[in-house]
């Protein structure tokens, strides 16, 4: 058994002092309150008790010690009820009379408080006692001052005490109902954040994992291929340029296979049930701007072009990168703006970059929840696989925009220089 701690302020908190203040001057105040209330009304039968009267500092000193025990009610809640159900009993037989009842206001508080800090089942031996203890000192008051020990007053004692004990533990059991939902709650919500945080960690760490996988498996064995051609190439040069040529046309071969094994495992990532599929490139943003028309989004597609294809000098990961970050855009604004109009922007002038933007008004406020928020993490994991810089967030008018900014593997001019 542990013992009590020698100061109620090293465990009292502030819920334990303000009950313990409150009750104490409830039942200070109306002790002050009686010798009026006699005088108002000298045929109901009450005694005048002022401070002049030694019972009347016996009764405050009572209340006192109640509302001091209420202090240790959240380290031992149920010895605390019962010691100061205690009390009444001490009044009863040292100063019986109209004040006993004062001395029933700290067992109801600390009835309600017991109930709050403690589950019912370690109540279930308590309450019946204290009970009993108010029922008998009751009895025992209403006796010594002057009633007959009959049916009728244990009676009238009994229901005393089941009022003093039953209706705060009503309050009680209703209160500990609304907080256990509260925290219950509260535990819900933590609980569905944490999953969906490991959610979207498990995806990214998956979608990180197969890329970098199929893509080593790839480059590894497709490169180190290519390395031994360039090899031979570089002995060759001078000595057999004829085999030479032969190893620079095998040289290019490897590098479209390469090509062609990292547009499939792509496609593998993004959807398994499509393996032969093509990657989408920025070409077919067009389709997909018409898609998203058919589905009732109002979306304008702008394009900056120069005297060459679309996209030229971006690698088809990098054309891969732009088209899912469109799709996921438009997809964005028609979940959490829907009826804004959208606008996709390619410019495609910078001799060095590629731009792209995908921006809806602010027409209709964009809502950012309730949503599981993959959908940024995915566009910046698959931006960052190219070097590539993205950009998102709300706009002056209070739209949204999300802005890629993609480096070409080569630029226009070397392009241009290139033979046919």
């Known amino acids: 058994m542990s013992a009590w701690p020698l ?35 000298p045929d109901e039968g009450i005694v005048a008790v002022s401070p002049a009267d030694a019972a009347w500092w016996i009764v405050a000193a009572l209340i006192l010690v ?15 009820l019962v010691a100061v159900a205690l009390v009444p009993l001490v009044h009863a037989i040292a100063v019986p009379g109209a004040t006993f009842s004062l001395t029933t ?13 403690e589950p019912l089942r370690r109540l279930r031996v308590v309450l ?30 009994s229901l005393q005490a089941l009022a ?61 291929g290519i390395a031994l051609l360039a090899s031979a190439i570089y002995r060759q040069v001078d000595a057999d340029p004829e085999a030479a040529k032969l190893a620079a046309q095998q040289v ?27 990657v989408e490139t920025l070409a077919a943003v067009h389709e997909l701007v018409e898609l998203r028309r058919s589905a009732g989004t109002e979306v304008e597609l702008v ?29 964005n604004a028609a979940a959490h703006a829907p009826g804004a109009n959208c606008v ?13 933007l995908v921006q809806n008004d602010g027409a209709h406020a964009p809502d950012l929840g309730p949503g599981g928020g993959f959908g940024l993490i995915g566009m910046r994991e698959r931006a960052e696989l190219v070097a590539a810089e993205l950009h998102h967030g709300p706009t002056q008018d209070g739209g949204w925009e999300v802005h890629l900014m993609l480096a070409r593997d080569t630029t226009i001019e070397d392009l241009a220089e290139e033979p046919t």
């Open 7 to 41: 100061s109620p302020t090293r465990t009292a908190s502030t819920a334990e002092i303000v009950a313990a203040g409150v009750c104490g001057a409830l039942a200070i105040g109306s002790l002050l309150a009686l010798p009026l209330l006699a005088a108002a009304e």
């Open 66 to 80: 109640e509302a001091v025990a209420l202090l240790w009610a959240r380290r031992a809640s149920g010895k605390v």
């Open 105 to 117: 206001i700290a067992v109801s508080f600390g009835v309600c408080w017991a109930v709050l800090r």
């Open 128 to 157: 019946p006692v204290v009970v009993l203890l108010v029922a008998g000192s009751q009895t025992i008051n209403d006796v010594r001052s002057g009633a007959a020990l009959d049916i009728a007053t244990i009676t009238a004692a």
């Open 164 to 224: 003093v004990v039953g209706i705060p533990l009503a309050i009680g059991l209703v209160l500990a109902a609304r907080k256990d939902a509260r925290v219950a709650r509260g535990k819900e919500l933590l609980a569905l954040k944490r999953e969906g945080d490991a959610l979207i960690q498990a995806a990214v760490s998956r979608e990180r994992m197969a890329m970098s996988r199929e893509l080593h498996d790839i480059a590894a064995h497709h490169m180190s």
């Open 252 to 278: 290019r071969a490897q590098s479209t296979t390469v090509l062609d094994d990292l547009r499939r495992v792509i496609g593998l990532l993004r959807d398994e049930s499509e393996s032969s599929r093509s």
């Open 303 to 331: 394009l900056f072009t120069a005297e060459h294809e679309l996209g030229a000098g971006v690698g088809p990961l990098g054309q891969l990168v732009a088209y899912r970050m469109v799709q996921e855009s438009l997809a």
């Open 344 to 356: 996709v922007e390619i410019d495609d002038r910078d001799p060095a970059h590629l731009s792209v």
